[in-house]
């Protein structure tokens, strides 16, 4: 897995954290699994986003965070357990929802996280994820202005090498809207080439070219940046 250096992890927080209203979608997608008396894994839980996300929308929710990178457990504020997805920090059957957001096209080893998973997952858990699959990325409007971009999706998992990979069954899979930035201008504003995996894929000329093609249209046009990412349930078969 990918681990953040101090300078990336301040970057993240300027280019790929969105506020609560925006993630207001999220909220209502993943209420089902978030009932009060349960507790929900956030692995691979970077500046803490979702950790803080989830103590406001679920305060009924016991939430515990994994995080391999030091400087990303710094840059959170919060308080983080050192792990990964290839080795949990968690007893056996202690959690009852393992949350994995953006991480899983980091993860190589898909059937040593997936029995990590079942060890760790109660009778019933469940795990959900929150990502970008190579055969479903229309959602992203990323590539609009970066269609160089798209050349990264080739290391990202389609839905059902993560499904297979780690052993589970799809309960459930669909796009879910968030507000990524209230603008264009203001989109354009926190990009941060270190911050993203489909950016680090592109020269810097390529960044430079794309860049310029999104301020050109964030001059012109208004309202909200709308992405879909994927949610996608599994259930241990």
């Not at 954290?17 to 691979?44: C, K, N, Q």
């Not at 007893?91 to 998973?117: C, K, M, N, Q, Y």
């Not at 990009?191 to 249209?217: M, P, V």
């Amino acid at each position: 897995m990918h681990r953040y250096d101090a300078v990336e992890a301040a970057s993240y927080r300027v280019a790929r954290e969105i506020s609560l209203t925006g993630l207001s979608s999220w909220r209502d997608a993943v209420e089902p699994y978030f009932l009060p008396g349960r507790t929900v894994l956030d692995l691979g839980a970077g500046t803490g986003l979702f950790v803080r996300a989830f103590a406001e929308w679920f305060p009924g929710v016991a939430v515990v965070a994994v995080e391999p990178s030091a400087d990303m457990r710094q840059a959170s504020g919060l308080t983080m357990l050192v792990g990964d997805a290839y080795a949990i920090t968690v007893p056996d059957a202690s959690v009852d929802v393992v949350w994995i957001s953006t991480v899983i096209h980091h993860v190589r080893d898909l059937p040593t996280v997936g029995a990590e998973l079942r060890r760790v997952l109660r009778p019933g858990g469940v795990v959900v994820l929150r990502s970008l699959f190579r055969e479903r990325h229309e959602g992203v409007g990323l590539f609009r202005f970066f269609p160089e971009a798209t050349r990264a999706l080739s290391s990202f998992p389609t839905v059902s090498e993560v499904a297979d990979g780690l052993g589970f069954a799809v309960d459930r899979l669909e796009p879910v809207a968030q507000v990524t930035a209230l603008s264009l201008a203001e989109k354009a504003s926190s990009l941060r080439w270190e911050a993203d995996t489909l950016l680090r894929s592109l020269s810097e000329q390529e960044f430079e070219a794309g860049r310029a093609r999104l301020l050109e249209a964030a001059a012109v046009e208004t309202g909200p940046v709308v992405d879909h990412l994927d949610l996608l349930v599994l259930n241990a078969v």
